[in-house]
């Protein structure tokens, strides 16, 4: 039973460019969360997806948008990129809302 | 304004001995908590959870201790093992559905 499985692993961008990760969940989830971890952070939630619409959001600006596929694979794209957004990004998916989240291996951005 | 705290950045313990792991909340809406262990390039793994309803679950050598009035959990491990060695995260959430907040984690470091 495949996990959780995110592309690219690394990725390296310049400030102002524009980025988009890919994140396909764990069979027979329909749930897929985005986090961002930063250097000596716990995750910090971006936003959640559930049947192609984004039902929750945390504090991350506008900039930060997603995407739910039919397939339930998810995208997250991060666009006007700053020094700041250099992290490591984790996708995490669950049975449905509220149920326990289980995590990909993350995409380490490194923004220059 | 973090309702997960995790006090202590790391703990190191002898090989054999009791690992105990603490985190504190704030939000008394809380009323559902889990553990993940993450090793370094991997992904967080889910450990244990435990629901508002009840104050102890055990699985394997692990066991997570939930005290509400103090708004206080606990993760201990018994015995520890050098593969336990990781960067254990605290999460909770409130109400079906809501994103999980993570707290910062602590180092685990088991020495032989």
């Known amino acids: 039973d495949a996990g959780v499985t995110q592309s690219p692993t690394h990725l390296i961008k310049t400030r102002g460019q524009q980025v988009t990760l890919r994140c396909s969940p764990k069979?027979?989830?329909?749930?897929v969360s985005w986090y961002q971890q930063a250097l000596g952070q716990g995750p910090q939630f971006i936003f959640q997806?559930?049947?192609?619409?984004?039902?929750q959001r945390g504090n991350f600006p506008d900039r930060f948008s997603g995407h739910q596929f039919p397939n339930y694979s998810s995208e997250l794209n991060v666009n006007a990129l700053l020094l700041g957004d250099s992290a490591l990004y984790l996708c995490?998916?669950?049975?449905?809302?509220?149920?326990?989240?289980?995590f990909g291996p993350g995409t380490r951005l490194l923004v220059l | 304004d973090q309702q997960v705290k995790q006090n202590s950045p790391s703990l190191s313990v002898q090989e054999g001995r009791i690992s105990i792991l603490n985190c504190d909340y704030t939000?008394?809406?809380?009323?559902?908590f889990l553990w993940y262990k993450k090793y370094p390039a991997e992904g967080p793994t889910f450990l244990i959870s435990?629901?508002?309803?009840?104050d102890k679950n055990e699985d394997g050598r692990f066991t997570v201790f939930l005290n509400k009035s103090a708004k206080h959990l606990s993760l201990h491990i018994v015995p520890s093992q050098p593969g336990d060695s990781a960067v254990y995260f605290c999460?909770?959430?409130?109400?079906?559905?809501?994103?999980?907040?993570f707290g910062p984690g602590t180092r685990l470091s088991v020495l032989p």
């Open positions: 995490a998916s669950s049975l449905a809302l509220g149920e326990t989240q289980y």
């Open positions: 069979s027979g989830h329909d749930t």
């Open positions: 997806y559930y049947e192609e619409e984004e039902r």
């Open positions: 939000n008394s809406m809380f009323d559902y």
């Open positions: 435990i629901s508002s309803i009840k």
């Open positions: 999460a909770a959430h409130h109400n079906y559905g809501q994103n999980f907040v």
